[in-house]
C-alpha cells in the first residue's frame, strides 16, 4: 500500500527553522514528481514547492529564498527546508506525490510573532 507520510512540524518564533520530512512508502517511485503544499485555516490548499524527476525545483513566490525543497533517493523521503520562518507560513503543510497520486496526512507549522 501506497503511504506518505510527513514529520518535522512544531512550533517556532518568527525567523526560526524547520525542516519537513516525506517519507515514502509501498512504491519507491513515488518520491518523484513530488510537491509540498499548504493549507491555513479559512484558505484554500496552495502550492509551495516542487521537486520534479528531471530535478527542476519550483517555488510559490512567498517563499522563494526562504524554503529549500530536496530529496534522499535512498531514504525515500522528501524534505523541505524552511527558514526566515514567517507568521504567515502558518499551516497544515501537505506532500503529494504526482507519480502515485497520493497525498500525506499534513504536518502542523505554527510561526509565532
Known amino acids: 500500500q501506497v503511504q506518505l507520510v510527513e514529520s518535522g512540524g512544531g512550533s517556532v518564533q518568527a525567523g526560526g527553522s524547520l525542516r519537513l520530512s516525506c517519507a515514502a512508502f509501498?512504491?519507491?517511485?513515488?518520491?518523484?514528481?513530488m510537491k509540498w503544499y499548504r493549507q491555513a485555516p479559512g484558505k484554500e490548499r496552495e502550492f509551495v514547492s516542487g521537486l520534479d524527476s528531471a530535478g527542476t525545483t519550483s517555488y510559490a513566490d512567498s517563499v522563494k529564498g526562504r524554503f529549500t525543497i530536496s530529496q534522499d533517493n535512498a531514504k525515500n523521503t522528501l524534505y523541505l527546508q524552511m527558514n526566515s520562518l514567517k507568521p504567515e507560513d502558518t499551516a497544515m503543510y501537505y506532500c503529494?506525490?504526482?507519480?502515485?497520486?497520493?497525498w500525506g496526512q499534513g504536518t502542523q507549522v505554527t510561526v509565532s510573532s
Open positions: 509501498g512504491y519507491r517511485y513515488c518520491i518523484y514528481d
Open positions: 503529494k506525490s504526482d507519480t502515485c497520486t497520493r
